[in-house]
Antibody, heavy 116, light 112 residues
Framework: EVQLMETGGGLVQPGKSLKLTCATS????????MNWVRQSPEKGLEWIAR??????????EYAESVKGRFTISRDDSKSSIYLQMNSLKEEDTATYYC???????WGQGVMVTVSS | DVVLTQTPPTLSATIGQSVSISCRSS???????????LNWLLQRPGQPPQLLIY???RLESGVPNRFSGSGSGTDFTLKISGVEAEDLGVYYC?????????FGSGTKLEIK
């Protein structure tokens, strides 16, 4: 059974940092493309980052809204991906989901609130 | 970025009624490899989205066959043939033909 579980969310002040983790199981993680998608009432569902497998040199892509502030990474030995979020803004407040490749499997999501 | 326009934004149906949701793309979703990467998701209240249909019309494993998808190019449709109570939630189309991946704004299905 494919499973994805996000952790690391919480309340953080504007300008601060937070790191999310997505632990996975039930599929061949090392060859999978992985994404972070967020959802807020204001913007709906928004894809924000993708990381590809080792065969692509772990190529990454970002949405313009987070480029330069967020970094996606992976650890194939732990079947996990990460999202390092720096210089957080109030508009980054959302539920963050990790998803596999073609947006077929989703984690339960984790809430990130950016507020002073 | 590709804009996906979903209509209607809300839909009210009785049990057993058939309904359709439209998803129109601002550009063709036909990839150069011949595939059309248009999926449909359902987000039930308090749950993450789940995949219903991929590649326009292919039913995800475990999804009831009352769900069907059709379309090509820029116009796509999700049909539910005989709505059931468990179908309530928000339906989204999502495309991954063009980067960045984009989502429709959603169609909320309510049960009368």
């Amino acid at each position: 059974e494919v499973q994805l579980m996000e952790t690391g969310g919480g309340l953080v002040q504007p300008g601060k940092s937070l790191k999310l983790t997505c632990a996975t199981s039930g599929f061949t993680f090392s060859t999978a493309w992985m994404n972070w998608v967020r959802q807020s009432p204001e913007k709906g569902l928004e894809w924000i980052a993708r990381i590809k497998p080792k065969s692509t040199n772990y190529a990454t892509e970002y949405a313009e809204s987070v480029k330069g502030r967020f970094t996606i990474s992976r650890d194939d030995s732990k079947s996990s991906i990460y999202l390092q979020m720096n210089s957080l803004k109030e508009e980054d407040t959302a539920t963050y989901y990790c998803t596999r490749g073609g947006i077929d499997y989703w984690g339960q999501g984790v809430m990130v609130t950016v507020s002073s | 970025d590709v804009v996906l326009t979903q209509t209607p934004p809300t839909l009210s149906a009785t049990i057993g009624q058939s309904v359709s949701i439209s998803c129109r793309s601002s550009q063709s979703l036909l990839h150069s490899n011949g595939n059309t990467y248009l999926n449909w998701l359902l987000q039930r209240p308090g749950q993450p989205p789940q995949l219903l249909i991929y590649l326009v019309s292919r039913l995800e494993s475990g999804v009831p066959n009352r769900f069907s998808g059709s379309g090509s190019g820029t116009d796509f449709t999700l049909k539910i043939s005989g709505v059931e109570a468990e179908d309530l939630g928000v339906y989204y189309c999502v495309q991954s033909t063009h980067a960045p991946l984009t989502f429709g704004s959603g169609t909320k299905l309510e049960i009368k």
